[in-house]
């Protein structure tokens, strides 16, 4: 299993952002996908998931803000992300499972100046 993150980059405060995560594989196939990030210095934390069924949680700091969705036509998951704040400066990761298997992306760095 494969997981490619793409559209992360440098905004300013209350700017946007759209992350995408590509799988190489049938995302129905996974129990769920989620969004984690990583600080300097801090530890990774998850910030929104969305389950086989279509469940979504997201963590209150992005709440309003964040919104996780998918397209399974095409095998992506997105994270919309408005209003960014300097504290979501991270690297952000997708994440998948299969049960306890667990699939990681790379990465993609986010950067939000204030």
């Known amino acids: 299993v494969q997981l490619v993150e793409s559209g992360g980059g440098s905004v300013q405060a209350g700017g946007s952002l759209r992350l995408s995560c590509a799988a190489s594989e049938n995302i129905f196939n996974f129990n769920a996908m989620a969004w984690y990030r990583q600080a300097p210095g801090k530890e990774r934390e998850l910030v929104a998931r969305?389950?086989?069924?279509?469940?979504?949680t997201s963590v209150d700091s992005v709440k309003g803000r964040f919104t996780i969705s998918r397209n399974g036509a095409i095998n992506t998951v997105y994270l919309q992300m408005n209003t960014l704040k300097p504290e979501d400066t991270a690297r952000y990761y997708c994440?998948?499972?299969?049960?306890?298997?667990?699939?990681w992306g790379q990465g993609t760095q986010v950067t939000v100046s204030s």
């Open positions: 994440h998948a499972n299969i049960l306890s298997r667990e699939f």
């Open positions: 969305i389950n086989v069924g279509g469940t979504k």
